[in-house]
């Protein structure tokens, strides 16, 4: 009995590391969508809240531009947040343009 509960164990340990490197690897396809923000930031709020149906579809990635380690992005968007790119590439600042997102979103799952 401790035999079958010890390889149990063992394959429980196995499927579950199956499993996450399987969730790791289909969270790597995903596109990933950089939010550059601060804190406060009330429109960056509201961005992310406008994005939340949309969260399966991408990774969200926040910049806090505010951070020293981030001063190029400061100078750079220090008035617009929040900015948002697409895998790297500007995508829209100030309010989410859902129609936009939507756009980006199916070219990159064909």
């Not at 401790?2 to 396809?29: D, E, V």
């Not at 990933?32 to 949309?54: G, M, R, S």
Request: aromatic fraction near 14%; charged fraction near 25%.
């Amino acid at each position: 009995m401790f035999w079958f509960q010890g390889n149990g164990m063992q394959l429980a340990r196995y499927s579950f590391g199956f499993l996450l490197r399987n969730i790791s690897a289909s969270k790597a396809s995903l596109p990933v969508i950089t939010l550059f923000t601060k804190d406060p930031c009330p429109l960056c709020d509201e961005a992310k809240k406008a994005l939340e149906p949309y969260k399966n579809r991408f990774i969200l990635q926040e910049v806090d531009i505010t951070l020293p380690e981030n001063s190029d992005w400061f100078e750079r968007y220090k008035f617009d947040i929040p900015v948002f790119h697409l895998n790297g590439q500007f995508l829209m600042m100030h309010r989410v343009n859902i129609s936009k997102l939507e756009k980006q979103l199916q070219k990159f799952e064909q």
